[in-house]
Structures are given as structure tokens and as C-alpha cells.
């Protein structure tokens, strides 16, 4: 009796855990460069695995063009994107979105946290954030002290918006966000202790990251995230705001990120190669190397045809390295 009610418990547990870290049905993954300038072997990387992942499971693979950031756009950026995307070989399906199209959804999304006192206008300087002093438990960087964080309770409406104001989305400081990527294992963060009350739209009067990333995937109905591990420091936000609007949550899976040759980040002063389209079938052959499928040295520099049948039939995300940074191959370099 009592082992028949253990192995019961066990099979509920199990489902439970393959439901949780499977790749979901009707899977609908995405690649969201920003248009910063050309994409880099980096990029491949993630596009290449999020496609695969995407085409592996008979999914949708959604492109986005991630310009919210209206400074930071590069003129014509975005065109090379695409144009350098379809070289390589890359098909996506339905029609590009565009962040800096999607100024009423954000805003929308905002009403709705306002709605519920969610958020709250800041007029603090960078210089009097530093001043307080108070630094996140994980790395350091200076955490929002909450100064001009209202009791509980209290409303603003974005009709009161002031143009020099950002706007900051009240974090819970008790709660603690965990979840199960797919290739880092599990990760916990306490958003009170480590990141603050986050601004979701700038005293410039841009909507942050955060938000765009967050109303997007929900409203594309995204539902796996492949993307690169620098954006493993921002799941547990992207989490909070899907949990306070009220979505989904995708599960994630995030990449080895490529670093230089002296496995440092790529930085603005050195930045990684564009990537040529004359030499795709090389690039792809070292993507999949990179992404530890074992793809045959003779399909080095083939057509990109060819890679993406080899690579369709054997893609498998558990092959992929379960760390943070990997170097890019010293022949790209
Ligand atoms: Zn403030």
C-alpha cells in the first residue's frame, strides 16, 4: 500500500518535472537583435539555436527587431539585419515586428500596472542613486534605494506623468523568483535585495527593455526564449512583469555567450567581426561546432543548404555547453 503511494508520488513528480522543463507544444520561439550595428558571430550563435530549437520542434521561429532604444539605433541597421539573415539561409515566419512600432501596447501595459499601484513616478539623478550607497547582493551595481517609492497603497495615474520622471515598477521585496533554465540549471533572485524597483519607462520618455521584451513575447505568444547569457541577469524582471500583467511564462534556455580571445566580453572599443555572407557555410559549420553539435569537418564552408539539413535532423539543445562564456573559434578572430 505505502509503496504503491510512493511510486505513485513519484510518477506525479516526474510529470510534473518534464512538464515544467520540456519544450512546450505549439512552440513559438523568436531572435530579437537589436539594430546596433551588424550582427557579429554571436548573433549566429543565437539565431542559429534558436531556429533549430524552433524548427526541431515543428515551432514557429518569430524575428524582432528590437529598437526601443531609439538612441541607440543605427541607421539602415535593421535592413542589414534581414538582408544578412536571409544569406545565411535563415526563413522566418509571418512579418518582422518592429519595437519602435509598439509604443500604444507598451503604454497600455503600463496603464494596467499603474491600475493596480504598481508603479510610481522618480525623479532621482544617477548621481543621487549613487549616493545612497546601496549595492545589489549579486554583483555590486548600484541598487534603487526607493527613495521616491509611495506607501502601499497609493495610485498614479500616467496621466500625471511628468516629462523629466521615469517610471519604476514596485518590486516585491519578499518575493523570490526562481526558475529552471534549460541549459544553466536552476536560478533564484530576490528582486528587492538585488535589483530595486526598475524603471519601465525613462525620464526621456522610452520605454525600457524590460516592458518591450515583456508585452512582446506575450503578445507574439512566444513561449521558448533561446537567447544569449548575458540576459540571464534579467529573467527574474522579465518573470516579475509577466507574473503582474498577468501572462504566460516561456520557458528559457540561455546560450554560452562568445568572448574574444582573452575570454572577455566583446566591447564597444573591440567588437566582434560582422559576419560576412560570402563566408556563411564556415560561419554556420563553427555555430554548430560552438553549440556543441558534432557536425562532420567536411561540411565545413558547404553551401548553407547543406548545414541546415545536417543541422535539422541532428539538433540537440542538450548538446550545448551549460556555461556562461565560451571563446569564439580562433579562426574567426
Ligand atoms: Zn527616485
Not at 197 to 210: I, S, T, W
Not at 280 to 296: D, E, S, T
Amino acid at each position: 500500500m505505502f509503496s504503491s503511494h510512493a511510486g505513485f508520488r513519484y510518477r506525479t513528480l516526474a510529470a510534473m518535472r518534464s512538464c515544467q522543463q520540456g519544450t512546450p507544444m505549439n512552440y513559438r520561439g523568436r531572435f530579437a537583435p537589436s539594430p546596433t550595428g551588424d550582427l557579429h558571430f554571436g548573433s549566429l550563435v543565437t539565431a542559429t539555436a534558436s531556429y533549430l530549437d524552433a524548427r526541431a520542434n515543428n515551432g514557429q521561429w518569430l524575428l524582432r527587431i528590437e529598437d526601443v532604444d531609439k538612441t541607440r539605433t543605427v541607421p539602415g541597421a535593421a535592413d542589414q539585419i534581414l538582408h544578412t539573415l536571409e544569406a545565411f539561409g535563415f526563413a522566418w515566419d509571418g512579418p518582422v515586428w518592429m519595437q519602435s512600432q509598439r509604443d500604444a501596447a507598451y503604454l497600455a501595459a503600463l496603464e494596467q500596472l499603474a491600475a493596480r499601484g504598481l508603479l510610481y513616478p522618480c525623479q532621482c539623478s544617477r548621481s543621487q542613486i549613487a549616493a545612497a550607497a546601496v549595492h545589489s547582493l549579486t554583483d555590486g551595481s548600484l541598487l534603487y534605494p526607493g527613495t521616491c517609492r509611495p506607501v502601499k497603497g497609493s495610485m498614479h495615474v500616467l496621466t500625471e506623468f511628468a516629462p523629466s520622471a521615469a517610471w519604476r515598477l514596485r518590486v516585491d521585496d519578499q518575493r523570490v523568483i526562481c526558475f529552471d533554465d534549460l541549459l544553466q540549471g536552476t536560478f533564484c533572485e530576490q528582486l528587492g535585495l538585488e535589483v530595486g524597483d526598475f524603471v519601465l519607462r525613462r525620464a526621456d520618455g522610452l520605454f525600457a527593455y524590460q516592458l518591450a521584451v515583456v508585452v512582446d513575447d506575450a503578445e507574439q505568444g512566444v513561449n521558448a526564449v533561446v537567447r544569449g547569457a548575458d540576459l540571464l541577469g534579467s529573467t527574474a524582471r522579465q518573470m516579475y512583469l509577466q507574473q503582474c500583467l498577468g501572462y504566460p511564462q516561456p520557458v528559457y534556455a540561455h546560450l554560452p555567450l562568445a568572448t574574444d580571445a582573452y575570454g572577455k566580453k566583446w566591447s564597444k572599443k573591440r567588437l566582434a567581426p560582422a559576419l560576412q555572407p560570402a563566408e556563411a557555410g564556415l560561419l554556420l559549420w563553427h555555430a554548430l561546432r560552438f553549440l556543441g553539435q558534432p557536425v562532420p569537418d567536411e561540411l565545413a564552408g558547404a553551401a548553407p543548404g547543406e548545414l541546415w539539413n545536417w543541422a535539422l535532423q541532428h539538433w540537440a539543445l542538450a548538446q550545448v555547453p551549460h556555461c556562461i562564456t565560451l571563446r569564439t573559434p580562433a579562426a574567426l578572430i
